[in-house]
């Protein structure tokens, strides 16, 4: 059974820098997605960024184009999301994911990470 550790979550300023990282325990294969969501207090699980683990394709949701980029690491089966720009609404908790289409169907989830932007 894969696990999913997140960290690098911590308190930044708006208009700053954060990068997250995921590290997965257990094998990956061909036809897992890597994922990140967010959840802010009192909203619904939202979905950010996915990348595939066996070729470069990358999803983004719309409002985080542009600030927001995901990357892999195969040799050390991680996943990074590199967020500019952060702004206030980026208070929540991150979360690593694993599934097997890139916006939906996700099954495996880490423990999160506090993300929480400040003034």
């Known amino acids: 059974q894969v696990q999913l550790v997140e960290s690098g979550g911590g308190l930044v300023q708006a208009g700053g820098s954060l990068k997250l990282a995921c590290v997965a325990s257990?094998?990956?294969?061909?036809?897992?997605?890597l994922g990140w969501f967010r959840q802010a207090p009192g909203k619904e699980r939202e979905f950010l960024a996915s990348?595939?683990?066996?070729?470069?394709?990358?999803y983004y949701a719309d409002s985080v184009k542009g600030r927001l980029t995901i990357a892999k690491d195969r040799a050390k089966n991680s996943v990074y999301l590199q967020m500019n720009g952060l702004k206030i609404e980026g208070t929540a908790v991150y979360y690593c994911?694993?599934?097997?289409?890139?916006?939906?169907?996700?099954?495996?989830w880490g423990q999160g990470t506090q993300v929480t932007v400040s003034t």
């Open positions: 994911t694993r599934g097997t289409s890139p916006y939906t169907d996700y099954r495996i």
């Open positions: 990348i595939r683990w066996n070729d470069p394709r990358t």
């Open positions: 257990g094998r990956l294969y061909s036809s897992h997605v």
